[in-house]
């Protein structure tokens, strides 16, 4: 059974960069849909982007100016970046095997933008 | 963007009782909707898709019904498990789109 875990720092400053890695256990990153999805604090789910086993994306249209989704073959992981990040930003950071509908979501980790 | 709207935004059920929750999609979406459920601290689990298909491992008493702007997840009989939160999710139309998500509490 496929794993992923979130790993990354759990506060980023204003203005600064949030980057994030997936890594997947139990099962290839190859052949597959890979997404990130973000949950404000005690709000509801928003998708970030995705991206596909060849290195295809897509982005949410409202976040895409500031978002890169990249995978990494040789390591089973794959990354977000976020860019220009402010405090609407601070959130529960979810990646997940598949889109639209992803079958496997990690634990999730808080990221909280702060000076 | 299609804006998904679930209500009640809070169900106070039985165990071994029905629950009936309802998700509307500002426009319509065909039957490109599915069911999740969250429990605390973990990610959201995949419970149904296109709009009435379970997923691997959902349990039968998960159903689900509805096309174009009306949808419905039904738990015919609640188990302890089942006093979470779920979310409604459109896939018809980029970028996919979430309800607020109805929360199951014990009555």
């Known amino acids: 059974q496929v794993q992923l875990q979130e790993s990354g720092p759990g506060l980023v400053k204003p203005s600064e960069t949030l980057s994030l890695t997936c890594s997947v256990s139990g099962g290839s990153i190859n052949g597959h849909y890979w997404s990130w999805i973000r949950q404000p604090p005690g709000k509801g789910l928003e998708w970030i982007g995705y991206?596909?086993?060849?290195?295809?994306?897509d982005y949410n249209p409202s976040l895409k100016s500031r978002v890169t989704i990249s995978m990494d073959t040789s390591k089973n992981q794959f990354s977000l970046r976020l860019s220009s990040i402010t405090a609407a930003d601070t959130a529960v950071y979810y990646c997940?095997?598949?889109?639209?509908?992803?079958?496997?979501w990690g634990q999730g980790t808080l990221v909280t933008i702060s000076s | 963007e299609i804006v998904m709207t679930q209500s009640p935004a809070t169900l106070s059920v039985s165990p071994g009782e029905r629950a009936t929750l309802s998700c509307r999609a500002s426009?319509?979406?065909?039957?490109?909707l599915a069911w999740y459920q969250q429990k605390p601290g973990q990610g959201p689990r995949l419970l149904m898709s296109s709009a009435s298909t379970r997923a691997t491992g959902t349990p039968a008493r998960f159903s689900g019904s509805g096309y174009g702007t009306e949808f419905t997840l039904t738990i015919s009989s609640l188990q302890s498990e089942d006093f979470v939160v779920f979310y409604c999710q459109q896939f018809n139309n980029w970028p996919p789109t979430f309800g607020q998500g109805t929360k199951v509490e014990i009555k």
């Open positions: 991206v596909y086993y060849t290195g295809r994306t």
């Open positions: 997940a095997r598949g889109s639209p509908t992803p079958d496997s």
């Open positions: 426009q319509s979406i065909n039957n490109n």
